[in-house]
């Protein structure tokens, strides 16, 4: 296992759609339990696959591990399943654009299917901090960053922020 090196935008990789996984094959494992590692050390609480280069629809994310126990989920072929009509806005950073956040508007709560490693169909309801994540974590896999969530003005103003540090 290993930490990999997590791409920065504007590179072109975190701007193409994902293709889905077809086989959960030894070399998913090993990417999985890398982007866990790179999570972990960046320190993150999610990380898609495009972020390490790799164009698949999966995902990593632990929400509670810096205040609890690590209990790490990898979401394969994610699909948002229901959304919830209540909008929340928070402030998301992403390890791709490290040191600037976005304040960023989604539904506040989700419901997410996906496949885990052992193959298994998976399903659950998220809110709060996790509903931003998985959602967040989602769009990566879609080529779609927070800049792109958005109005014209907070972007530029945002890039600028960036590209100034
Ligand atoms: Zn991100």
């Not at 994610?78 to 929340?88: A, F, I, N, S, T």
């Not at 989700?110 to 169909?121: Q, Y």
């Amino acid at each position: 296992m290993s930490v990999l090196p997590i791409l920065k935008w504007p590179d072109p990789k975190l701007s193409q759609v994902c293709s889905p996984l077809e086989a959960i094959t030894p070399d998913v494992e090993c990417l999985a339990a890398d982007m866990l590692d790179t999570m972990y050390a960046a320190p993150g609480r999610g990380l898609a696959a495009p972020q390490v280069g790799v164009l698949q629809r999966m995902f990593v994310m632990d929400t509670e591990w810096k205040d609890a126990d690590p209990d790490p989920i990898v979401f394969i072929n994610p699909v948002l399943q229901e959304v919830g009509r209540d909008l929340k806005t928070g402030a998301e950073g992403c390890l791709s654009i490290p040191g600037v956040t976005a304040r960023v508007t989604r539904p506040a709560i989700v419901e997410m299917s996906w496949t885990n490693l052992a193959g298994e169909e998976c399903s659950a309801r998220f809110e709060g901090f996790g509903a931003a994540c998985v959602q967040h974590e989602l769009d990566h896999l879609n080529g779609v960053v927070t800049f792109d969530r958005v109005s014209q003005d907070d972007r530029a103003a945002l890039i600028a922020e960036y590209e100034a540090q």
